[in-house]
């Protein structure tokens, strides 16, 4: 079983970068995937990234190139680097962990089994 606490998120301004962290306490990190969804004001949850279990990046096609995604087991802890943010990327960012994709897309939440509480991102002048 594992436990996820975020942080790193904070008021910026466009074009600003902010630096997530997802960090895990419990056993077995080595062996989820760890993901990044986030909800904005009015939308629904959206998939933003993904670190697989052996490193294997992935990301939502909105994030074109801004975002990078990276893992340091031994600190059970994943990051997300977000760049050149956009007004349109404030909201509330949640990081889970998945261990049977079971052929599901990285991005459906449905086979993540532990999440965390949140960290609210906001873009804005």
């Known amino acids: 079983q594992l436990q996820l606490v975020e942080s790193g998120g904070g008021l910026v301004e466009p074009g600003e970068s902010l630096k997530l962290s997802c960090t895990a306490s419990?056993?077995?990190?080595?062996?989820?995937?760890i993901a990044w969804f986030r909800q904005g004001p009015g939308k629904e949850r959206e998939a933003v990234s993904c670190?697989?279990?052996?490193?294997?990046?992935y990301f939502g096609d909105f994030v074109k190139g801004r975002f990078a995604i990276s893992r340091d087991n031994a600190k059970k802890t994943v990051y997300l680097q977000m760049n050149s943010l956009k007004p349109e990327d404030t909201g509330l960012y949640f990081c889970?962990?998945?261990?049977?994709?079971?052929?599901?897309?990285?991005?459906?939440?449905?086979?993540?089994?532990?999440w965390g509480q949140g960290t609210q991102v906001t873009v804005s002048t």
């Open positions: 419990g056993s077995g990190f080595d062996y989820y995937a």
């Open positions: 670190s697989g279990s052996d490193g294997t990046p």
């Open positions: 889970a962990a998945g261990w049977n994709q079971n052929g599901n897309p990285w991005s459906a939440a449905v086979w993540y089994d532990y």
